[in-house]
């Protein structure tokens, strides 16, 4: 199954903060979505949290390897 590979301590406190002070709500919900994968929350999960498709949540972490 596809998930977030374990992130750096730098990685996490990044993405806390764009969750927190991030100007846009994608950008803000996408980085939460890592923080709960990284906290090995399934695609499915996710999903469901955020009211979209796992398809959806896939391509948000694949987006995360191919782009950053």
Known sequence: ??????LSEFEIETLKAAVAH???HR???RAH?????NKK??????ADIFE???IT???WITAWY???
């Open 1 to 6: 199954m596809k998930k977030v590979v374990a």
């Open 22 to 24: 991030h100007p846009k």
């Open 27 to 29: 950008s803000r919900t």
């Open 33 to 37: 979505a890592f923080l709960l994968s």
């Open 41 to 46: 929350f399934s695609i499915k999960q996710i």
């Open 52 to 54: 979209v498709c796992e």
């Open 57 to 59: 949540v896939s391509n």
């Open 66 to 68: 191919e782009q950053g």
